[in-house]
């Protein structure tokens, strides 16, 4: 039986063309930075992205804390939306590898205003930490994207009280696809940025997180002292050019694909689709049944092959992807009403 993953776009697995480029990359050792597959990833990263250098990290976890690290002081504040990825997935790395603080800014959309950072930002009061950075994501993972006046605005209100912009860019092609404009017009308006090679792009592993030279430096430093200094990383990063030169035109696909599934949803009866959030590869939706049947749904459907996450703040988040096809959410769709139909769901 076939498995059909929509836990998230990190779960693809690498295309045939990847993993003939992993077999046949060049390699050398990254440390010295004479690993010439890694340097061509990081050059490539730099010149989509229109910034001057870029670093191959393992995750995007730590390609935003490195950027942390490396924008900010000890004792100092991060000012960013409280549903970021980084207040929420990343372990509260950003206190005991940076020590800073964050402020989280509820904003109902996730997204962040000028407003909101000529708000936050301290005042120089002894009382008070520092503000040392602002936080951005795009797109979100609550499944929008974030305008490019909206970004640049909050870009200008950092600049204007001194503070650095980095971005959380795991699906920024994403975005960029959704907005109708290059990935350099995103990245124009943070500093740092940090690009997700797995999700969605098939790459088996890693990030890329790009700026200017001097922060590149800092971040490298940094990223060899959480022991990212990495070998012969060449055969990672040759999936990675891949991701980068072959895969990001079609996650317009992924999106059409979501689009169908959200179509079909609430044809079952009792489904209803989140519109609101409905941007780029992912579907919200909530169930009007009993707790207990929205509770088994994951445990009944992954009987049949398909692999979904639990609801949360009861909704359920499908997330279409390379390795889903029409066909495959079609055969989805057919399950959830045997299920209705059954009384199991």
Not at 87 to 95: F, L, N, P, Q, R
Not at 222 to 229: E, F, I, K, N
Not at 283 to 290: M, R, T, W
Request: aromatic residues 6%; negative net charge.
């Amino acid at each position: 039986m076939k498995t059909i993953d929509f836990r998230s776009d990190s779960v693809t697995k690498p295309t045939l063309e990847m993993r003939q480029a992993m077999f046949d990359a060049e390699v050398g050792y990254d440390v010295f930075r004479d690993d010439p597959t890694v340097n061509r990833l990081e050059e490539i990263a730099a010149d989509m992205t229109g910034k001057e250098a870029g670093l191959f990290t393992p995750t995007g976890t730590m390609a935003n804390q490195l950027a942390i690290l490396s924008h900010t002081n000890r004792g100092e504040e991060v000012i960013l939306s409280a549903d970021s990825h980084i207040i929420w997935y990343e372990v509260g790395a950003h206190a005991v590898l940076s020590s800073v603080a964050l402020w989280p800014i509820p904003v109902p959309d996730g997204i962040l205003r000028a407003s909101d950072i000529d708000r936050a930002f301290r005042p120089n009061d002894i009382h008070m930490p520092s503000t040392g950075l602002v936080c951005m994501e795009n797109a979100l993972g609550r499944g929008t994207v974030v305008p490019i006046h909206l970004m640049e605005e909050v870009y200008q209100a950092a600049h204007s009280h001194g503070l650095p912009v980095h971005t959380d860019g795991a699906r920024v092609f994403n975005a960029a696809h959704v907005l109708g404009v290059g990935v350099k017009e995103i990245a124009n308006q943070t500093d740092s940025l940090a690009i997700h090679l797995s999700k969605g792009l098939c790459a088996p592993i890693g990030s890329i997180l790009v700026g200017s030279k001097s922060f590149i430096e800092r971040a490298r430093r940094y990223r060899h002292m959480l022991g990212g200094g990495m070998s012969q990383t060449g055969v990672l990063a040759a999936a990675g050019i891949i991701a980068l030169t072959r895969m990001v035109d079609r996650l317009v696909e992924d999106h059409q694909n979501a689009r169908y599934l959200a179509s079909l949803l609430p044809q079952i009866g009792r489904v209803k689709v989140d519109t609101s959030r409905a941007d780029i590869n992912m579907v919200f939706f909530s169930l009007d049944y009993p707790t207990e049947i929205i509770q088994n749904f994951p445990v009944n459907m992954l009987e049949y092959g398909i692999k979904i996450s639990p609801s949360s703040e009861g909704f359920f988040r499908f997330v279409t992807h390379h390795d889903i096809t029409r066909a495959d959410i079609d055969y989805t769709i057919g399950i959830f009403e045997k299920l209705i139909h059954a009384n199991l769901i």
